[in-house]
């Protein structure tokens, strides 16, 4: 089942601060964020794992609240390369290797 | 390291017509997965892989087949292309966890398919 993510879309001016929302109806063991700029395939952010571990990005926080099933990308003082369509994957606790994504965030960052 | 590959880029079928999609990766990853992407919808998983000669069904596995013949390669076929099929596929892969098989680590991406039925 999809994780559902809000909000589905955000502009900022550069410089402004920006949270996106990933939430499951189902218990998670990690999280997964990636970035997609138009035309070109999805990049890796971050992964947020059951237990507080973390790997990825400097720039780029994010939180996961295991118990309330929820994790949020936290983008400060944006600069125009994060433009993009961000999505959450998730794997959870089922052990059954799937990494099931989100519909996106639209993200614009004005100059 | 060109790390994963899609053949083709860019492909236009007629409805009934059957293809092969090939997705190929030199990082030596145990995990494969592909998806499909349409406008507004995300990334849905099709089928994916957890080793050579194993596949298993994702979320919109119908009207799709897969095989993982060789560890490094994860085809994806369709049988009868369906004019809902027109859409941007892209192949990942994983190394996998270390312990319980889990796919904690980053998700890999393909450059993409672009696939129109008419």
């Known amino acids: 089942q999809q994780p559902v993510q809000s909000p589905q879309a955000v502009i900022l001016r550069e410089g402004e601060d920006a949270v996106i929302n990933c939430s499951s109806s189902k218990a998670l063991y990690s999280v997964h964020w990636y970035r997609q700029k138009h035309g070109e395939a999805p990049v890796f952010l971050m992964i947020l794992l059951k237990g507080g571990e973390q790997k990825g990005h400097e720039k780029i926080s994010a939180s996961f609240n295991e118990k309330k099933q929820q994790s949020s990308l936290y983008l400060t003082a944006s600069q125009l390369s994060y433009s993009g369509t961000y999505f959450c994957g998730t794997e959870t606790v089922d052990r059954d290797d799937k990494i099931i994504f989100g519909k996106g965030t639209r993200l614009h960052i004005l100059p | 390291n060109a790390g994963v590959t899609q053949t083709p880029k860019f492909r236009v079928l007629k409805t009934g017509q059957s293809m092969t999609l090939l997705c190929a990766q030199d990082m030596n990853h145990e995990y494969m997965y592909w998806y499909r992407q349409d406008p507004g919808m995300g990334l849905r998983l099709i089928h994916y892989?957890?080793?050579?000669?194993?596949?298993a069904k994702g979320e919109v596995p119908d009207g799709y087949n897969v095989s993982r013949l060789k560890k490094q390669n994860f085809l994806l076929g369709l049988e009868s292309a369906a004019p809902s099929q027109t859409s941007v596929y892209f192949c990942?892969?994983?190394?996998?966890?270390?312990?319980?098989?889990?796919?904690?680590?980053?998700?890999?991406f393909g450059p993409g398919t672009r696939l129109t039925v008419l």
């Open positions: 990942a892969s994983n190394s996998g966890g270390l312990a319980g098989g889990r796919a904690y680590n980053e998700q890999f």
């Open positions: 892989s957890v080793g050579e000669g194993t596949t």
